[in-house]
């Protein structure tokens, strides 16, 4: 727990997170007026929020004074004497949360919603991770809205040819421009990205999940006339959705048993001497949570959907699809990690160790650039869900921030390459360095970073994990997989990375109409890029690395330390592997001793097995899709058969039932009334004939009928006329 | 009490002439005015016979009142006939009553 400080630093914070929404309205408002300064103000509203959170990010480290000295002696003392053993760890980790202030948190909160026991506020939380989070995500986002300027400006010129959204062969799509419609939707992505990382509780995180979520199926379907387009969209909503349902059981857990959606609360009732939530109830919840997180970061066997939502514009794989929307399910597990019981982390490292070895190895044999990229940002997700799950908080969270550097980096890399080119396919490029040398530097800069090469930021923040997972190994020795994967992933890691490399910028030019076409592109997206290579490189400074000790700095998280050579010799076996990676890239496709098709050859199962993704459509494909398909079919042919027959009999009969009923009504009801109409009118004709006009027959009739009754009264006597009269 | 000077039936018998009279003026007449005139002879015999039953009420005056009432009534019917055969005449130039066939159809 932290010291409540007077909120003002939080509305700093809130006012960085609303500018995007600001500019989210007033790009709506405008629409398609705003024309290319709708860029300006989606890029301005992001740049302003970056700032703002820098300033706040200073004033956060001034206040935790100390954020950026060097390690307090003890400090160091009392974490050396935990590498010995996490049970040791604990209490020694606790003695110097102690002997230390608390780390320094802003926090404020408003009411919203109050329902009877449920009571949900809008909070705020800034921390150490929320402050480190919201730089970087200003930070890599106003770039890439920079970038977006550039490359988004086909979507100006009106109107726009789009030769993908029809079959090969037919004139391409001519449709208007959506420049501002793309800044809109970023903004708006911003803007829940920003949300989701300053929430103070799980439920305003689980609200900006979903926004995050409904961002990325625009952005991924921005050119919904393309059929691929639309579909990846719809995967990639659906696949999250699955996901999410499970994270909706662990809120259900959550409030039923601790009552609160609040993070601290949170905490603070599982620390409770007797916490409600314990057991397999407690490692239910935290595998549910992780669900989401399974969906939103591209875990196995969620991963399916991210490669395919490559179909949208580069930045937007960039922005969403690499530094920050999937990076929001570690996000997520960093800050929910005292709900994970021993056993939820045992599956959250086992699913990060999967996934990082299944999409390295389908990176390998990828040919479309933006799909390597994307298999390998599935695979880094896996290093950091492991990093967590052995119980590397700093580790995981940290290869999360130098990740979304480089990748956000690798990512508009090969956005420059097939903005210059005009194909995704490697195979067609080669030798492109000297046609743009910019983008080749700064890519292979990316390159290097991730590979994890001293000096740039990938080797400190996978050299973490990697020491995590040896530390965690010589703990559990049975969990050696979860050791050796990361370490072959290195290797595979460094071998795709530097064979993208080779393929697209170095050797002979294998299709001479593209490298013709090739271009460097223009400064509005190198600068981008440069900016983003810089933090690549110099991420992981420090002694230890700034960014690890910006987001451990008195936090009370339990901090396993391993023991400082367990660090060197993973580091030394790391590297190893990695210069292999490399070296074997360098014989494949650089100095080309060995051939790439030759092994395809010779191991052809293994081959499709990989340019299959593992078959892993394939399963869903006859699992899931398949039997969903023949349902529907079934329950179509239910439909026609027996609910339209039942439908059109009963139509039938009423129709057979009116007829009878109208013909009762014409001849029967009508004829009755006609009958006494006709009556009426023939006898009415017959009395007509009394009635001749003339006055002096009148009076004879007069005359004639008082005779007649005084004749009968005559007959009838006196007494039979009063009798008469008295009845 | 005076001796009447005429008997009950002397009296009935004038007004049943009169009657007579009357009813068959206004059915033997094709002039208006005549039909008209028919008519007050009949009302006026129906007069006579009220005041003649009269006295044999117990006040007196019961036939009386009627017949003044048999006086007043036929002056006002007179006054609507003869306004309604000024107009027909005006319309058709003639007062005979058969030629007053236009409601009929």
Known sequence: ?727 | MQHPVASLPTILLIAAIMFVCGAVCMATKRNAVGILIGAELVLNASNLNFVAFAYLTPFGIDGQVFALFGIVLPAAEAAIALAIILNFYNNHMTVDVDRATELKD
Not at chain 1, 301 to 310: E, F, K
Not at chain 1, 572 to 592: E, K, N, P, Q, T
Not at chain 1, 650 to 663: L, M
């Open chain 1, 1 to 727: 727990m932290g010291i409540t400080h007077p909120s003002w630093p939080v509305s700093l914070y809130v006012a960085a997170w609303l500018l995007p929404l600001a500019s989210f309205v007033v790009l709506v408002i405008g629409g398609r007026r705003w024309g290319r300064v709708g860029g300006w103000i989606a890029l301005g509203a992001i740049t302003g929020s970056f700032l703002i959170s820098a300033y706040g990010f200073w004033l956060y480290a001034h206040e935790a004074s100390g954020l950026f000295a060097p390690r307090a002696a003890h400090h160091e003392a009392a974490a050396h004497a935990g590498g010995a053993g996490s049970e040791a760890a604990a209490p020694d980790a606790g003695a110097a949360v102690h002997a230390e202030p608390a780390a320094l948190v802003w926090r404020d909160s408003l009411p919203w919603i109050q329902i009877g026991k449920l009571s949900i506020r809008i909070g705020f939380l800034v921390d150490n991770l929320s402050a480190t989070m919201f730089l970087m995500v200003t930070f890599v986002a106003s770039l890439i809205h920079l970038y977006s300027y550039g490359y988004m400006h086909e979507e100006l010129h009106e109107p726009v040819h789009d030769p993908r959204a029809v079959p090969p062969g037919q004139p391409p799509l001519h449709r208007r421009g959506r420049f501002t419609r793309f800044f809109s939707y970023m903004s708006l992505f911003c803007f829940s990205m920003l949300g989701l990382v300053i929430a103070d509780n799980i439920f305003m995180v689980f609200m900006f999940w979903e926004l995050v979520g409904i961002c990325s199926y625009l952005l991924i379907g921005f050119y919904y006339e393309r059929p691929s387009a639309a579909v990846a969209a719809n995967k990639a909503f659906i696949t999250n959705r699955v996901g999410d349902a499970g994270m909706i059981v662990g809120l259900m857990i959550l409030w039923t048993t601790l009552g609160t959606f609040n993070f601290d609360e949170i905490a603070a009732k599982l620390h409770a001497p007797d916490p409600q939530l314990t057991g397999a109830l407690l490692t239910v919840a935290g595998i549910a949570i992780f669900a989401g997180c399974v969906g939103k970061s591209a875990q196995f066997p969620l991963h399916v959907w991210l490669p395919d939502a490559m179909e949208g514009p580069t930045p937007v794989s960039a922005l969403i699809h690499a530094a920050t929307m999937v990076a929001a399910g570690v996000y997520l597990v960093g800050r929910f990690y005292f709900l994970f019981s021993p056993t939820a982390l045992l599956v959250i490292a086992y699913t990060g160790g999967i996934t990082l070895f299944m999409a390295g190895s389908i990176a390998l044999v990828m040919t479309d650039i933006k799909r390597v990229l994307a298999y390998s940002t599935v695979s880094q997700l896996g290093y950091m869900m492991l990093g967590l799950g052995v119980g590397g908080w700093a580790a995981g969270l940290f290869h999360l921030l130098t990740h979304a550097c480089f990748k956000a980096l690798l990512f508009l890399g090969s956005g420059s390459v097939i903005h210059g080119t005009g194909t995704q396919e490697m195979p067609q490029m080669g030798g492109l360095f000297r046609k743009m040398p910019i983008t080749a530097i700064t890519m292979l800069i990316g390159v290097l970073a991730i590979s994890g090469i001293p000096w740039f930021s990938g080797y400190y923040s996978k050299d973490a994990i990697i020491a995590q997972a040896m530390f965690f190994y010589q703990e559990h020795p049975e969990h050696i997989l979860l050791f050796v994967l990361p370490v072959v992933g290195a290797a595979i890691t460094a071998f795709y990375m530097f064979r993208l490399f080779f393929l697209t910028f170095t050797g002979k030019p294998r299709d001479h109409q593209v490298y013709e076409h090739a271009h460097e592109s223009p400064p509005v997206m190198w600068i981008p890029l440069v900016a983003l290579a810089i933090p690549s490189m110099i991420a992981g400074y420090g002694e230890p690395p700034f960014i690890e000790r910006a987001l451990t700095y008195r936090v009370p998280v339990p901090l396993a330390h391993p023991a400082p050579g367990v660090h060197e010799a993973a580091g030394l076996i790391a590297l190893g592997v990695v210069v292999f990676g490399i070296l074997m890239s360098v014989l494949f496709y650089y100095a080309r001793l060995l051939s790439a098709a030759e092994m395809a050859r010779q191991f052809p199962r293994l081959h499709q097995f990989l340019i299959h993704k593992w078959r892993f459509d394939d399963l869903y494909e006859a699992v899931l899709v398949r039997p969903v398909l023949v349902l529907s079919a079934a329950c179509r042919r239910f439909d026609a058969g027996v609910i339209d027959r039942l439908v059109d009999g009963a139509a039938r009969a009423v129709v057979g039932v009116s007829r009878w009923d109208g013909w009762f009504d014409f001849r029967v009801i009508d004829g009755a009334v006609n009958v006494v109409g006709d009556w009426v009118y023939a006898i009415g004709y017959q009395l007509r004939r009394a009635q001749t006009g003339r006055l002096r027959q009148y009076v004879m009739f007069l005359v004639a009928a008082s005779l007649g009754l005084v004749a009968l009264f005559w007959s009838l006597g006196v007494t039979g006329v009063s009798r008469l009269i008295i009845r």
